[in-house]
C-alpha cells in the first residue's frame, strides 16, 4: 500500500543520490530490497490479522475458558493477564515484542475455575513439534525434489513419448486428489511394509523415526512430486522452444552440451521458483496428513488448539505457518531474480 | 448416379447460410469432446442426480441407527442388508453416502456461488472504479493471499467456532479473494472498450454497466474459474470436516465419514476391507475433483483457443 510506494521510492531516491556520488548500487539489489520490504510489511500485515482475531472473540472468553462456577475475581484477573483491559494497539505492541522475543503466551488449557494455573507456555507446546514437523517436511523434500527434477526434465526431453504420457497421466490424477484419499490408498497397499500410525516421541531413534514416517513422507511426495515435475517439465519446453537453443542445435553443437550448456543455466531460476513454491505447498499439506497419521506435528497442535479453542496456541500455529509461507514465497522471488542473468547485467 | 450427391465448390458457396441453433451447436461441440470430457461430464450428472433424489435413493434414513453393526460386504453372505456395512454406531454407511452427496456438493456449491457473488461484484467494481478503492481491495486481497487459506479458515473457525453457515462465510470470504483477482484481471482489459464509454455516456448505470456490457464478455474465464473454485472449496471443505472442525454430525458428509472411517485404519494390514470406510467416502470426493477438473480442462482448451503445452 502507501508504505510500500513509500519504500520504493525512498530506496530510488537512495539509488539516485548513489549515482550522484558515482558508487551507484546495483539495481538488482534494489529489486531485493523492494521485495524484502514488501515481505516485511505483508508480515506485519499478517500479525495485525492473526492478532486482531482474539479481539474478536464472541462474549466473555474468561468465563467460557474457566467455567461456569469460575469466581469473578478469577476471571477479572484472567481478562487483565489477557490484557483486556487495555487498548488494543497497546496489546498489540505488548504481543509483537513478546512474540520477536520467542514468547508466545500461555495456553489456555490447563486452568481451572479455582484460579490454579497449571497451563504450559505455547513455547514449550510447540517447541518439541515443530522439530517433529520440520523433520518430515525435510524427509519428504529431501526425496520430492530430485525426485521431481529429474522425472520433469526427462519427460521435457522425451516429450510426447509413451515415458512422458504415463508420467503426465499419473501426475494429473494425484494433483486433483485429496491428500487423506492418498494416503488412505497408500495406506491400504503399504500397510503391511510401514507401520500406519506415525506415533514417534523425543527417544526414538533416527532409524526407527524414518521408518515410522515413510507413509506420511511418501503421501505428501506423491503430492508435490506432481506439482514439481510439470512446473519443470513445462518450464524446461519452454526453454527448449527458444531460438538460442535452435541456433545451437542448428550448428551441430551435441545434445547433451545443448542441455548442459545451453538449456539447464537458464533452467535454474524457474527450477528454483518451483521448488520454493512447493516448499510453502508443503506447510499446508502437512496439516491432513499429520492428522491421518497421527503424527505429533504443529499441524496437528493447530488442530487440536482450534477444536478446543485454545486461542494463544491457534495464533502461535497461525503465525508460525503464514511466516513461513510468506518467507519462502519471498525466498522464490529473490531467487528469480538473482538468477535472471538479464536482471544481473543490465544495459 | 445420383445428382444431388455431386459435389460443386460453386453450388457450396452459392448455398443459403442457414444460423445454426443454440442447441444444434452445443451438440456439434459435445460431439467433438474428448472421452475424458465425457466421463466428467457423465459423472458429475450422476453426482447431481444422486444429491437431488438423495431421500428416494437412500434405502435408510440419513441418521438411522440399527443395533447391529456390520462390516462392508457383510450383505454378500446374506447376513444384513447393509450393502456397505455401518459406522461404528450402526447407521447405514450407503444411505449416508448418498445423504452426504447431498449435504457436501450442496455446501459447496453455495460456498462457491457467494464468494463469486462477492468476489466477482468487487472485482467488476474494482475494474471500473480503478482509484483508491481497486488499491485497497487489491492490496488488502494481496495480504490476505499471502496467508495459506487451510490456515486462515483454520484461525477464523477458532474465533467463530463450527457451524454450517459460519463455515460457508468463512470459505467464501477466503475463496472469493481469487474471484476477486481474476474478475479483476479480465474485465480490466474490458473497461477501456468504446461500446463501456458509450454506454456510460449514454447514462447507464454502475449495475447495468456491469450486468450488461462486461459481464457477457468475461463471461468464458469466469466459468471455467468457477469449475475449478467449486473443486477447490469442495476439496477444502472435504478437508475442514476431516480435521473435525467443518460439518458436524449428525448431518452425514464425506470428510467427516472418512474420519469416523479412519479408526480401522490401524488393522487394515489383517483386511483391507476395513479401509473401505473412509475409502469409499474419500474416493468419491476424489472422483468428483478429476470430474471436474477434466470438464473444466476441456472447456478452457474450447473458449481460449490456447493449447497450453503443460
Redesign the interface.
Known sequence: MFAYHLISRSLKRLCEFRELGGDRLHPVFITILQRLGLGLLTLFLVSIIIFSSIAFLPGDFGEQVLGQNALPETVAAFRRELGLDQPAWWRYIQWVTAVLQGDFGTSFSGRASSGANEARTVVELIGPRLWNTLFLAGMTAIIAVPLSLFLGITAALKRNSFYDRSVNAVTLTTISFPEFFLAYLLIVFLAGFFPTLSTVNDNTEFGERVYKIALPALTMTLVIVAHMMRMTRASIINLLASPYVEMAQLKGVSRSKVILKHVLPNAWAPIATVIAFNLAYLVVGVVVVEVVFVYPGIGQLMVDSVSARDIPVAQACALIFAATYIILNLLADVIGIVTNPRLLHPR | MNEEKTYSAAGEVGQVRVRRSRWERIRIELKKAPVSAWFGMIVIAIYAFVAIFAQFLAPFGEAQIFPKADLPWAMLGGETQHFFGTDQIGRDTLSRMIFGAQNTIGIALTTTVLSFLIGGSLGLIAAINQSWLD??LS?GV???M???????A????????SSIPTLIFIIAALDSTRVFRLTRSVAINVVVMDYVEAARLRGEGLGWVMRREILPNILPPLVAEFGLRF?FVF?II??LS????GIQPPTADWGSM?RDG?RF??F??YD?TL?LP??LP??A??LL??AV?FVVDWFLHKTSGLRD??
Open positions: 488499491q485497497l492490496r494481496d495480504v490476505i499471502s496467508i495459506p487459506s487451510l490456515i486462515f483454520l484461525m477464523l473457525l477458532s474465533i467463530f467456532g473443486s476439496l472435504a478437508a476431516f480435521l473435525g472442525l472418512v479412519s485404519i490401524q487394515v494390514a483391507w479401509a473412509s475409502l474419500a474416493g470426493v476424489a475433483t478429476v477438473n503445452e503443460h
